[in-house]
């Protein structure tokens, strides 16, 4: 068995935290997993992506066209990461757009949602498009994370490993505030 | 929450999730490293980090930034020589700045033994270049070792510690982006603290002088070493061998994406993978040659292996078709499945199927990196492209502020490498009397690599302004400290009896006036433009516990005049369906650096909201 997850956004995102909360996750369910984080410019508003490969997977990186699952914290981004995944793969992204700067400078148009939609229908893709009313930006990784759990979107993953994956990670209030709402998301 | 200096530490044997970097760190401390010097750069950098998070009354070496990569490695080999083990580690582009005394070290006898971990960056992720060092073993008689991922990079650490102990010999552990960042569960062994000793003693141990007679002796001793390091380098060569006629022979990360793209082919070709690339194992690859009749060397960046393969199978006499490097894509870029794929592809079509472009994609947006939201080198950017006409000149230098090149600014016209800014500028201010030219120079490195081009500059009498970003921190590297800390630019440059220096705050609204003033001055000019990094004053106040500050608003008085969108370009002013301006609120720092650009005003605070409101 092998899985793809590739996780794409833009720099600032925590992007490497909902990267390292999964492998971790996957870890506890005793599943075998490899992967790498993109740096570099990472900070400077970016792309970043995170590769994660689950059973029989050698390099640590997917191969574009062969992705299981796309998790993608920006709209703009989630347009990258579509064209990432297989046919009958699966896309979650968090609807907030950080207009890149062609589009600021009106040189591009704006990704908009339906765009997204259609390539979707056209291509066979799985579409979970989520926003929430968040306590802190700095949490959309989060519930894109509840939303893996909920939908039972990677194989033998759940809340249970996740909630352990966060006690290696976190601490203090920043714990239980993530937790509570991880908890509260997945149960929705 | 698990707390990695604190795993680090612990006896073990153990496992841990953890990157290729953090996997040295815990090498270090079970090999009884006594010393570890850097300066910051990617992909290395998390190794200070990882060391950074051990308590230092826990950590059992001593750790520094050095001033820039040849100081850091010069401290490395002193304490080597005086007998304790040390570890160097810097970048791939670091390596130029090492060379003039790394080259030396070949020909000393290290008692101690001294690693140098370089993060070389096929594809240039994070760099000015993608150049291959290995270039630099040969140069230097210096052993390399390549890891294929990160429970192979501690391993490999460990070894080169031995071995580099035993030989009294430099050795490189030669990482590249994507085995510096693998990540994976490793598994560590034991931690036994040991006693170290220290004896710096040249008359037993020397010449440690070459110069004349010694240059000789010296060197016949690196060269004798070389010839053990060959012999250990058989102990390092890996094979998948099911009797094919066709082989490949490949080294590090490259091998992975290759056994990725063979898929159900795997047993159709034999592979022979090699954990020392230099010195090669010669009888290995002898052997390996002869039992194929076609060998593909597959490596990333140059020719390296290529053609030494080639030349030991002319002196063998062997007949065996050996394919190289193709063509000129082969030598550019990162080896990932994907390109090793297309790359076996054009070689052997029958075992890979070239990849296709997908049939139909998405479109996308390109997202050029920029300067974060309330970064103190904007207001200078924005200032700048005001200030200077078309036909003026400014030159870059390497940091942030190396971003003001794209648009809108387009400030940075021309970059070579860290600090050159002062040396190019005074070139391009020669025999050049109508065109302004401004020179950028970040904090970091004006203490790295920038002080000499300064002192040319006053001793020659160079006609430019110098623009220091100061923004009080390493900041493209994640934060590190330099040594601005301690010690003042501003009185540096006094000492140096340079007469025209402007300091100011970048927020302040005489920012414009001050930079105007040293552009219209004659002689060698330097304005340091400060403002602390806001990317890491962001992060302490949410560390504080202050998430939700008053953020920008734009008012009904805008007229859509564009200015904080195309001219001063801080990421969080957006535009709607309608054309309408305004304040991604995901973005604003509510640091206000933006309040004067705006001609009609339209830009003002919103009132102060309390933690949970709505936005």
Known sequence: ?188 | MKKIGDILVQEGPFSEIVIGNTAIVRGMIESGVKVVTSYPGSPTPEIAEATKSIPEEKRPFYFEFSTNEKVALEVAFGASINGNTSCVFFKSVGMNVVADSFVQLSMMELTGGMVVVIGDDPGANSSQNEQDNRHYARLSYTPVFEPKDAQEVYGMFLKAVEYSRELRSPVILRLTTHTAHFKQKVNFGKYIPKESYAEFAPEENGPYIPIGSNVAVMKRRALEKLKIWEKISERFVFFHNSKNDRGVITAGLPYLSLLEVLKENINRVDILRLGIIYPLPRNSIIKFLKEHKEVKILEELDDFLEEKIKSIAYEEGIRTKIHGKLDVEDWIGEYTPLKVGNIIAKTWPDLVQNAKEAPRSLRTVSRPPQLCPGCGHRPVFYVLSKLLSRHDISVADIGCHTLGFLEPYKIGQVLLSMGHSTGTASGLSLFNSSRKVVALLGDSTFFHAGLPGIINAVYNDHDFTLIIMENGTTAMTGHQDHPGKRIRIRKLLEAMEIKNIWEVDTYNSNLEKTVEESLNTRGFSVVIAKHPCMLKFTRERRKKGIIKVPQMKVTEKCTLANVCIAKFACPAFQTDNEGKVFVQTDLCIGDGSCRGVCPSGALQFEKAMKAGDKK
């Open chain 1, 1 to 188: 068995m092998k899985f793809d997850v590739f996780i794409i956004g833009v720099g600032g995102q925590g992007i490497g935290m909902l990267s390292e909360l999964l492998m971790r996750a996957i870890d506890y369910s005793g599943q075998r997993c490899v992967g790498v984080d993109t740096h570099g410019l990472a900070q400077r508003g970016g792309v970043v992506s995170s590769h994660i490969r689950i059973g029989e997977a050698f390099s640590p990186m997917v191969v574009p066209g062969e992705v299981d699952l796309v998790l993608a914290l920006e709209r703009h981004e989630a347009a990258r990461g579509i064209n990432f995944l297989k046919k009958g793969g699966t896309l979650v992204y968090y609807d907030t757009s950080w207009q890149p700067l062609p589009v600021r400078l009106g040189k591009e148009k704006e990704i908009s949602n339906e765009e997204i939609e259609r390539f979707s229908l056209e291509n066979d893709v799985k579409v979970y498009r989520i926003r929430y009313k968040l306590p802190d930006v700095r949490m959309q990784n989060m519930a894109l994370l509840a939303n893996v759990v909920k939908n039972k979107l990677i194989p033998s993953l759940n809340f249970n490993h996740c909630l352990k994956a966060m006690e290696d990670l976190m601490t203090g209030d920043i714990l239980k505030i993530n937790q509570e709402f991880f908890l509260k998301t997945v149960n929705e």
